[in-house]
């Protein structure tokens, strides 16, 4: 089963436009990782952020996470066509699996 | 390239068939990991090895699936009898277990289709 939901669901922007995308997990974790996946191929780790952290950057990428409220978001600023992919996020629910979210496509016009 | 790879990329069968595929993980891993995952939504976990002990399967996995890693290298993924439910993505990732890290590197997937 999915550990959460991202919102939206769908995204659509042009190039340049920041992208912000949400998660919400049910479970305590020890990190909440974001992947990428291109159509049809395998995902990419973008960033983990670990539940004692709030904010977390790499490059055009920033990450919050709210333990609180059992949610996190990704920002990604002035995107690209290049990002146009879907993105996931997922958690280790306490063990060493990954739960993942059901996922937000992204599509960037040029 | 010494990312995981997976073989084959892409299986058609007819269902009853077996099917069996390949995970070569990244050399140094000790922890090698199958999903499936199904068109619009994210993967799901089915079971995972640290070298070659069979730490936890998933539910998810019935009787038809078996998985092995008997060398604590490379691992197999067999689906006996396959049905139409079946058919999905099957990725394959690895990571080495370490208090510092927990990120996992996925291969391409392998594609079944079961007619």
């Known amino acids: 089963s999915q550990q959460g939901e991202e919102d939206p669901q769908a995204l659509s922007i042009q190039e340049g436009e920041n992208a912000t995308m949400n998660c919400s997990y049910k479970t305590s974790i020890n990190n909440l990782q974001w992947y990428r996946q291109n159509s049809g191929r395998g995902l990419v780790h973008l960033i983990l952020i670990r539940s004692n952290e709030r904010e977390k950057h790499s490059g055009r990428l920033r990450v919050t996470l709210d333990t609180s409220k059992k949610s996190s978001s990704l920002l990604i600023t002035a995107s690209r066509a290049a990002d146009t992919a879907s993105y996931f996020c997922a958690t280790d629910a306490g063990t060493d699996k990954l739960i993942f979210g059901t996922g937000t496509r992204l599509q960037v016009f040029p | 390239d010494t990312g995981v790879s997976q073989d084959p990329r892409h299986k058609i069968t007819k269902r009853g068939q077996n099917v069996t595929f390949r995970c070569d993980p990244i050399s140094e891993h000790n922890r090698l990991y199958w999903y499936r995952q199904t068109l619009g939504q994210g993967p799901e976990f089915l079971t995972y090895?640290?070298?070659?002990?069979?730490?936890?399967k998933s539910r998810l996995l019935s009787d038809r699936f078996s998985a092995e890693r008997p060398k604590g290298s490379f691992s197999t993924l067999e689906i006996q009898r396959t049905e139409q439910g079946d058919s999905a993505m099957y990725l394959c990732a690895s990571s080495f277990s370490s208090a510092q890290s927990y990120e996992q590197y996925f291969g391409p997937g392998t594609r079944l289709t079961v007619t």
């Open positions: 090895f640290q070298n070659e002990a069979q730490l936890e």
